[in-house]
């Protein structure tokens, strides 16, 4: 990778040689500085990650960029609304077909699975399996540039949030692959679904991989002090995170709790 450019105070226009983020408009608690939506490629032809929400003028801000430039594929990390809710419009802007797991998410005779090998223009984007924020999620493996697009497996800034449609074994699963992974592929960079690119990939799998495991021992030390709802443990857990956070910290707690019970 001949250079890691990362804007200061926010995401929009962070790249590498071969990908470079265009920011969605939908900032919020879960969202960070809003969707991240990677354009990949050094051609005359690209590929989009997660074109974002169903808003017209990100969609169209997307469309714009790429000039003269033909996108091949859409691709999806996962089906959450705020990857995916503009892919179908995006599509017949572009003319392009979408590829996910899910196959709800497709537009197109071709879906993407652990192992899949997506090319455009002679680049190279390895698929892995990385369920566990949701059953669906992938990351995106770029060699050229040894970066990683994570989606919402790992964040820019804070921790990601188990939704109802994941799961924590399987999260735990993913992180422990992702770190041998940017161990043994010497990886560079992770390009995340929201929030600043990470440019010490084993760092931040190693800080997400501990707070995991840490959480999971003060929600044991709750549920000895006698908490045993979600929003009993939540109140001691996170009593120290502002109250708007809240309603997501009870989400993971449940994950948490499941994950815990099936132990």
């Known amino acids: 990778m001949s250079g890691l450019h990362i804007p200061i105070g926010t995401p929009d226009g962070s790249r ?3 990908a470079e983020n265009l920011l969605a408009p939908n900032p919020s608690v879960m969202t960070l500085d809003g969707t991240n939506t990677w354009v ?8 989009v990650v997660d074109p974002g929400p169903e808003d017209e003028a990100h969609l169209q801000r997307v469309r ?15 089906g959450h609304f705020d990857h995916s809710g503009g ?3 995006f599509a017949r802007m572009v003319n392009a077909p979408v590829r996910a797991l899910d196959p709800r998410h497709r537009l197109g ?5 652990d192992g899949d090998v997506v090319t455009v223009a002679g ?19 770029l060699p050229a540039d040894r970066a990683m697009l994570t989606g919402d497996t790992v964040l820019g800034r804070g921790t990601t949030i188990i939704a109802r449609d994941g799961g924590l074994a399987d ?3 993913s992180l422990d692959r992702l770190r041998a992974a940017a161990e043994s592929l010497e990886a560079r960079a992770l390009l995340p679904g929201h929030g600043p690119v990470l440019p010490d990939p084993i760092g931040a799998l190693d800080g997400y991989i501990a707070h995991r495991r840490e959480r999971l021992e003060q929600i044991r030390a709750a549920r000895e002090q006698g908490a045993r709802t979600a929003r009993q ?15 997501a910290a009870e989400m993971s707690v449940l994950a948490q709790l499941d994950y815990l019970d099936a132990s």
Not at 64 to 78: P, Y
Not at 130 to 136: M, R, V
Request: proline share 3%.
């Open 233 to 247: 443990i939540v109140k001691i857990v996170y009593a120290d995170v502002d109250r708007s956070l809240w309603p």
């Open 64 to 78: 714009d960029h790429l000039g003269e430039r033909r996108v091949t594929e859409i691709l999806l990390t996962h």
């Open 123 to 141: 680049l190279e984007i390895h698929v892995y399996g990385t369920p566990g924020h949701s059953f669906d999620s992938l990351c995106f493996w």
């Open 171 to 173: 999260y735990l699963r």
């Open 109 to 113: 005779d071709e879906g993407l699975a």
């Open 16 to 18: 590498t040689e071969h």
């Open 87 to 89: 892919a179908g419009r």
């Open 40 to 47: 990949i490629g050094a051609g005359e032809e690209v590929l």
